[in-house]
Every structure is written in C-alpha cells, then in structure tokens.
C-alpha cells in the first residue's frame, strides 16, 4: 500500500536554528498538507500545497515557515528560526484531488524538539 | 477556538462490547465530517467519513452518526476489539480555495481490554 514518508522521525535543534522537515508524498497525489500537533494538543493545519504554490495556510503558517516542492517528489517544511514553541509533532499528508471523499494519507510524523 | 470538540480524553471498554466516541462542532459551515485512527509512533489514518446530507454512514464494525441539528456525531465500534485501541480524531471539513481543509479535534484515547 502507498505511503507517505517523512524523514527524519526524530530532529532535535538548537532555538534560532534552522531546520528542514522531508516529505515524500504518494507519487500520484496532486495536494499535499503539513499539519502540527504540539504534545496534548490537537493536529492543526499548517499548510496546503497545489500545483507548485501554496493554495491555503493557517495563522500559525508565518514568515519563518515555507515550504517547497524541488524536485517533484519532496515536499519539505522549512523553519527559519526555530523557538521553542515550535516544538511538536509535524505530520505531511497527500491526497489525490483535495477532495474531501478520499481522506488524506498521513505520514508517520516527525518529532521536533527546540532546545 | 475549539471548532471541534471531543470531550472525552480516553475511553476504556471490554472487548466485545460497543465503543461510542463523540464529537461536537460548532461550525454550522461545516459540511464533511470525518474520523482518524492513529497509532502511537504512526500519522493519523483516515477511518470512516459522512457527508452532512446524511444521517449515518456504515462500514463493518464502523458507524458514524450525524446529527445535524445538535452539531454531534459519534463513531460506534460494534464488537469492539483489542486491536482498536488508538486515538481517534473526529475531524470537520468546509471547502476553503477550492479544496477540503479538515480541522480535527484533540483526540479520545480508545483502550479496548480483552
């Protein structure tokens, strides 16, 4: 079964530092999400990503958030300059055709953690 | 701003018996409802879902209810089993810019004992 794939599973960084979280999303889906879930709390849209540009993103999506597609197949989140609030789980999930009949496929997460 | 509400932190039921996990929302634009099963160490997947034209939605041992008018639905598990033990996230979706967004709530931890 298809899968979403996200590396690394675990990132551990500095506060201010710059981290970059990967994606591989399943290769026939066309939108792709990164949402957040901080410990305890719950799993909240970050992100929407379609046909090479941003199509929605959430309050929490600021200036030191971007993402991008380099080269067709990953779809990475990057943090500028990390705080210690933005430690939580980071999920990256695809869909065929945003459609809200299909779901979406998550990856498996990965945990970062702002020292 | 809790859109979606699932009051219930954690559930304990025997295997066997019916497992109802509920779900309030407070969106009246809200018109997709979903729910996710998530594993520890896994990323949430997509169960079972209902459009708002509907009133039920069946798949196996999986049945959503929506109710409209009280903005509730819940997911009944009938039998329940041990391998249904996760959390499960009830999640609403409006369309936003052409595509579905889902807002989830935080999640009811399922333990279903043998």
């Known amino acids: 079964e298809p899968e979403v794939t996200q590396t690394p599973s675990h990132q551990v960084t500095q506060m201010g530092q710059e981290v970059i979280l990967r994606c591989v999303p399943i290769?026939?889906?066309?939108?792709f999400y990164w949402y957040r879930q901080i410990l305890g709390q719950k799993v909240e849209f970050l992100v929407s990503f379609y046909n090479n540009e941003i199509s929605e993103k959430s309050e929490i999506f600021d200036d030191q958030f971007s993402v991008e597609r380099p080269d067709g197949s990953n779809f990475t989140l990057k943090i500028r300059s990390t705080k210690l609030e933005d430690s939580a789980m980071y999920f990256c999930?695809?869909?065929?055709?945003?459609?809200?009949?299909?779901?979406?496929?998550f990856g498996s997460g990965t945990r970062l953690t702002v020292v | 701003d809790q859109q979606v509400k699932q009051n219930s932190p954690s559930l304990s039921v025997q295997e066997g018996r019916i497992s109802i996990l509920n779900c309030d929302y407070t969106n009246s634009m809200f018109d997709y409802f979903l729910w996710y099963k998530k594993y520890p160490a896994e990323g949430p997947t997509f169960l079972i879902s209902i459009s708002s034209i509907k009133d039920k939605n069946e798949d196996g041992r999986f049945t959503v209810f929506l109710n409209k008018s009280a903005k509730h639905l819940s997911l009944h598990i009938v039998p329940s089993q041990p391998g249904d033990s996760a959390v499960y996230f009830c999640?609403?979706?409006?369309?936003?810019?052409?595509?579905?967004?889902?807002?989830f709530g935080r999640g009811t931890s399922l333990i279903v004992h043998p």
């Open positions: 290769s026939n889906h066309l939108y």
């Open positions: 999640a609403a979706s409006v369309v936003v810019g052409g595509s579905y967004i889902p807002t």
């Open positions: 999930a695809s869909t065929m055709d945003g459609s809200r009949g299909y779901g979406y496929t």
